[in-house]
């Protein structure tokens, strides 16, 4: 096979360099061919040969020894170079060949037929080549015998490639091919700038949904759909070449200098649509990310990677394109590092535990209740409070795991005080997709029961209003956690989504205002009138109201004055451990501010 450097056209001799890579279970194959072939023109040895623009390469060979060899040297620079089938009787005869080192010395060259291997577009792959020690005539039947071995050759060739690195869906080269093609542009020891975007555009979720009740036939008219659209809409030239990376997924591996950027993909694939057949078509959403290299100095995995990562960095920030950024790269890779810490410790039970913050009763001064917020000793970072780690949770699995520990840990401290003076009830964070879950109030009530516990002591505080309001599963989650008697508190009110109206769905008792409501309540006149007119409406549609970050007497002041009921922040007390906890509440019953068994406000429905 040989490599045409000279022709500038890099992604050319990419797709003919991928041959020249070792394969064993395809050169395996060859080398029967190789046994064939000679046993066939009862020539004693025959090989296939590979060249570059400085080397030949004997790829497999039977009875022939010689490896890699100067181009120079090689006979077949003459198949290969345009000539066609060759056949050369007697080398000592031949004034090109009489003098050739492998002719002279070493394998003793004296005959040689070669024929080219060329594809069904007309390109030359390599050479067909049978070799003796000796002279002998080469009949033209034994000619076209070589040639039509050759073609089984290169119809063995085609099909190994069309099954390793080609999409069966699409056509287009497979990501496999795409490692070989960078792989084989390292190896070639290229320096040009290139460039590698990847494009993600299809809805797969939403595709395999409608093809729930239509098949996977429509899945795959959409996929065959979007192959034939890019082509079209990109025209990436012969400086680049297209392929499917995954389902849905495709990538261009072009010249850095190329206007096809992320940027310009992502415009020019804008507001467009696929057919899926049966009459239907789906609008594409396109997210691309993009990273430049130079081949010879990364792997082709982490071309590949950095690709991806800027990819799902435009997905994530629900932006159209996105380049590789080595911070953004490092940061996401430390994320994913604190992932996989959190899964461990959940695992084993280390380095996670409960804090619990007072919530006041603003009439009395007396503890009503508390809220169990999670902390992580991370062995290397230290202290890590929720917001550094809850959201990287989220979007997986984890987020349940961590409900589950939270739940199961303040559990256990309520079951500790069953008995004692004072039993205050605890409130627990939970996502949406936690009470949203089928049976999730069966299970919580139950661990109540074993626990010989009302439910009373157990709140539930949830946020992410909008989620919850467009989410009939989210509701019914709430309706069924309040039927078992479950206090359910909406936390940080006041902040993103806070429609009144939509609350009315909700079946909640508490409201918690967010600090930042609450802020300026001591020095600006217009955070007074805001705040009093929210609590003033939120105690006529009977919600009891707490609020968050009270930090000073003015603040709590100003609440008691504009109808507030409870308060919980630092100017009580900041987030306790459990020792320190069960200190301040025997501080607090040794001074008489404690209700003994104090019990939560429930609404009355």
């Given at each position: 096979?040989?490599?045409?450097?000279?022709?500038?056209?890099?992604?050319?001799?990419?797709?003919?360099?991928?041959?020249?890579?070792?394969?064993?279970?395809?050169?395996?194959?060859?080398?029967?061919?190789?046994?064939?072939?000679?046993?066939?023109l009862g020539i004693p040895s025959s090989f296939i040969s590979v060249m570059d623009d400085d080397h030949q390469y004997i790829k497999v060979a039977h009875?022939?020894?010689?490896?890699?060899?100067?181009?120079?040297?090689?006979?077949?620079?003459?198949?290969?170079?345009?000539?066609?089938?060759?056949?050369?009787?007697?080398?000592?005869?031949?004034?090109?060949?009489?003098?050739?080192?492998?002719?002279?010395?070493?394998?003793?060259?004296?005959?040689?037929?070669?024929?080219?291997?060329t594809n069904r577009e007309g390109m030359v792959l390599g050479s067909l080549c049978v070799v003796d020690r000796q002279s002998h005539p080469f009949s033209p039947d034994q000619v076209n015998t070589l040639k039509l071995l050759a073609e089984l050759?290169?119809?063995?060739?085609?099909?190994?490639?069309?099954?390793?690195?080609?999409?069966?869906?699409?056509?287009?080269?497979?990501?496999?091919?795409?490692?070989?093609?960078?792989?084989?542009?390292?190896?070639?020891?290229?320096?040009?700038?290139?460039?590698l975007v990847l494009i993600d555009c299809i809805d797969m979720p939403r595709a395999y949904e409608l093809a729930r009740s239509l098949g996977m036939a429509p899945v795959e008219g959409l996929l065959k759909d979007v192959a034939t659209l890019l082509p079209l809409r990109l025209r990436p030239?012969?400086?680049?070449?297209?392929?499917?990376?995954?389902?849905?997924?495709?990538?261009?591996?072009?010249?850095?200098?190329?206007?096809?950027?992320?940027?310009?993909?992502?415009?020019?694939?804008?507001?467009?649509?696929?057919?899926?057949?049966?009459?239907?078509?789906?609008d594409l959403t396109t997210h691309t990310g993009e990273t430049d290299f130079i081949p010879s100095r990364l792997s082709a995995h982490e071309i590949l990677r950095r690709a991806v990562s800027a990819l799902h960095e435009a997905i994530c920030r629900g932006v159209p394109a996105m380049s590789f950024s080595l911070a953004s790269d490092e940061r996401r890779t430390e994320d994913f590092t604190l992932v996989n810490d959190l899964a461990s410790a959940l695992k084993h039970d280390?380095?996670?535990?409960?804090?619990?913050?007072?919530?006041?009763?603003?009439?009395?001064?007396?503890?009503?209740?508390?809220?169990?917020?999670?902390?992580?000793?991370?062995?290397?970072?230290?202290?890590?409070?929720?917001?550094?780690?809850?959201?990287?949770?989220?979007?997986?699995?984890?987020?349940?795991?961590?409900?589950?520990?939270?739940?199961?840990?303040?559990?256990?401290?309520?079951?500790?005080?069953?008995?004692?003076?004072?039993?205050?009830?605890?409130?627990?964070?939970?996502?949406?997709?936690?009470?949203?879950k089928k049976g999730f109030a069966d299970w919580?009530?139950?661990?109540?029961?074993?626990?010989?516990?009302?439910?009373?002591?157990?709140?539930?505080?949830?946020?992410?209003?909008?989620?919850?309001?467009?989410?009939?599963?989210?509701?019914?989650?709430?309706?069924m956690l309040k039927l078992r008697g479950f206090g359910i508190s909406l936390d940080d009110f006041g902040t993103g989504y806070s429609n009144i109206s939509y609350l009315r769905r909700m079946p909640l008792d508490v409201i918690k205002l967010d600090r930042s409501i609450i802020n300026g309540l001591s020095t600006d006149t217009a955070s007074r009138i805001i705040t009093k007119s929210i609590i003033s409406m939120l105690k006529e549609l009977d919600y009891m109201v707490?609020?968050?970050?009270?930090?000073?007497?003015?603040?709590?002041?100003?609440?008691?004055?504009?109808?507030?009921?409870?308060?919980?922040?630092?100017?009580?007390?900041?987030?306790?451990r459990e020792e320190e906890l069960d200190d301040w509440l025997a501080w607090k019953l040794r001074n008489c501010v404690v209700t003994p068994k104090s019990v939560p406000y429930r609404r009355k429905f």
């Open positions: 096979m040989y490599i045409n450097d000279s022709s500038g056209d890099g992604c050319q001799r990419l797709a003919l360099q991928v041959l020249r890579d070792p394969d064993e279970s395809r050169d395996d194959v060859l080398r029967k061919f190789t046994s064939l072939v000679s046993k066939t009875n022939f020894l010689v490896g890699k060899t100067a181009r120079v040297d090689s006979m077949c620079q003459y198949v290969v170079d345009g000539e066609g089938a060759m056949v050369v009787h007697d080398t000592w005869q031949d004034p090109r060949f009489a003098n050739n080192p492998f002719v002279v010395g070493e394998p003793f060259v004296r005959f040689y037929a070669g024929v080219p291997l050759v290169m119809s063995f060739l085609e099909a190994w490639h069309a099954v390793g690195y080609t999409d069966p869906v699409t056509g287009l080269p497979n990501r496999q091919r795409l490692i070989r093609d960078l792989q084989s542009l390292a190896s070639s020891g290229d320096n040009t700038p290139r460039r030239g012969n400086d680049a070449l297209l392929y499917t990376i995954a389902t849905g997924r495709f990538a261009v591996l072009t010249k850095q200098d190329s206007r096809l950027s992320a940027t310009w993909v992502a415009a020019r694939l804008e507001g467009i649509s696929a057919d899926m057949g049966e009459g239907l078509s789906v280390r380095e996670l535990y409960l804090v619990y913050q007072p919530k006041i009763c603003l009439q009395s001064g007396e503890p009503l209740g508390l809220e169990a917020l999670i902390r992580w000793a991370h062995p290397i970072r230290g202290e890590l409070a929720p917001a550094e780690f809850i959201p990287l949770a989220e979007p997986t699995t984890l987020i349940e795991e961590l409900t589950v520990w939270v739940v199961t840990h303040a559990i256990d401290r309520l079951k500790r005080l069953k008995h004692s003076a004072i039993q205050l009830p605890i409130t627990v964070n939970v996502s949406v997709r936690d009470f949203s919580l009530e139950k661990l109540m029961i074993d626990a010989r516990l009302p439910t009373s002591l157990l709140g539930i505080e949830c946020l992410e209003t909008e989620r919850i309001i467009e989410s009939p599963a989210a509701i019914d989650g709430l309706e707490l609020a968050e970050g009270v930090e000073n007497e003015e603040t709590l002041e100003a609440l008691k004055e504009f109808g507030c009921d409870q308060a919980q922040g630092y100017f009580y007390s900041h987030p306790l």
